[in-house]
């Protein structure tokens, strides 16, 4: 992957991608340098190899349900029904 971030939060994912050894950044300072990385992601095996010990570990992972209790933990266990559901949906 090459992360090409400019804006709020892609920043960090593109830290954290290059971190787990998944993808190059390039700065917008430096859009010239594309090409280069492209090559480079494509060309280096260890780019696909570190992708696919990552897609390992979140392949069975339920964001969403991760992402809730994550949520519910950080309010200090919150009522778990505090908006009614939708009629209709999952009846």
């Known amino acids: 992957m090459v992360c090409l ?4 939060d892609q ?3 593109a830290a954290r991608c ?3 050894g998944v993808s190059v950044t390039v700065s917008r300072k430096r ?3 594309i ?3 492209v090559e480079r992601v494509t060309g ?3 780019f696909s190899e570190a992708a696919t010990r990552v897609r390992k570990i979140i392949v069975n992972e339920d964001g969403a349900v991760r992402a ?3 949520l519910e933990r950080a309010l ?3 009522p778990r029904r505090r908006v009614q559901p939708v009629r209709g949906v999952g009846e």
């Open 5 to 8: 971030p400019h804006l709020h």
């Open 11 to 13: 920043f960090d994912n």
């Open 18 to 20: 290059r971190r787990l």
């Open 31 to 33: 859009l010239a340098a």
């Open 35 to 37: 090409g280069g990385a």
């Open 44 to 46: 280096d095996p260890s």
């Open 68 to 70: 809730a209790e994550t």
């Open 76 to 78: 200090g266990e919150a």
